[in-house]
């Protein structure tokens, strides 16, 4: 199979910004590492078996739960423990597993910042697919410069699933996507910027890439846990001006 190459990325500090809540949070990260590139058409095809148009693109068109399960086959192909149980539509995480996964938010903006506190770490036509190109589908990964830790595409080009709930209180099951896409104005290319659908959604600006890293509490890591998300899916308080809810 197509080798998935990772970045090593230290521990580090980043801060979260939860807007509806207006709330700014300090996560401690440990050393974890993050797929240099998106996966791309090649990587997904390969070791599910389907074919790929464009090999060197980044795979899109792929929901939040299939990439979970791309997550736990390549586990299951390196000889590591999955990082994911499932019960019918429900995924658990297990934070203590060594195997592939989704990265969380907080280490998705800390590998992508690679020490910048600026909205982009280089100048956005330099490292980032956007509407200033004119394309109209993703492109090749690596096409861009990367950055400080050596990793492509973590602005523009296609959004990427993270395992993170958007806002449990108003949007339900929503996971978290970031980074921005190549039909993207310079607004939504952002190191900060949230957006999310439902885990069996799937569009043809987002895709997806992989981290590994495990921690000794099977509940929380990294910026996430259970009881955390418990207690966001139960915030009451009213919206802000402008903020839109969930349309059922």
């Known amino acids: 199979m197509t080798d998935i190459e990772l970045a090593a990325i230290p521990g580090g500090t980043v801060t979260l910004h939860d807007a509806r809540r207006r709330i700014r ?3 401690d ?3 974890f590492e993050i797929s240099v590139y998106p996966i791309t058409q090649d990587a997904f095809g390969e070791l599910l ?5 464009h090999p060197r693109r980044p795979v899109v068109d792929v929901s939040w739960t299939r990439a979970v399960r791309f997550c736990n086959a390549l586990s299951e192909w390196e000889g590591l423990d999955a990082a994911y149980t499932f019960d019918g539509s429900d995924v658990r995480w297990s934070a203590d597993s060594d195997g592939f996964r989704l990265p969380t938010e907080a280490e998705w903006e800390f ?5 910048s506190s600026a909205p982009h770490y280089g100048a956005l ?3 980032a697919w956007t509407s200033l190109d004119g394309v109209g589908a993703p492109q090749n990964v690596g096409g861009k410069m990367p950055n400080l830790n050596g990793m492509f595409d973590t602005l523009g080009n296609v959004w990427e699933w993270c395992w993170d709930l958007l806002d449990p209180a108003r949007y339900g099951d929503y996971r978290v996507f970031r980074g921005g896409g ?5 607004w939504s290319v952002r190191a900060s910027v949230r957006r999310g659908g439902s885990p069996g959604s799937s569009q043809d600006d987002v895709g997806f890439r992989v981290a590994r890293g495990a921690s000794e509490n099977p509940d929380a ?3 996430w846990s259970r009881a955390a998300d418990d207690e966001r899916a139960a915030y009451d308080d009213p919206l802000p001006p402008g903020w839109t809810p969930i349309r059922r």
């Not at 078996?49 to 148009?53: I, K, P, S």
């Open 25 to 27: 949070r300090d996560v």
């Open 29 to 31: 990260l440990e050393p």
């Open 49 to 53: 078996g389907l074919g790929g148009t």
């Open 111 to 115: 590998a992508c910042r690679a020490g």
């Open 125 to 127: 036509p330099d490292v």
């Open 182 to 186: 190549f039909a993207d104005d310079a």
């Open 221 to 223: 890591a990294q910026g």
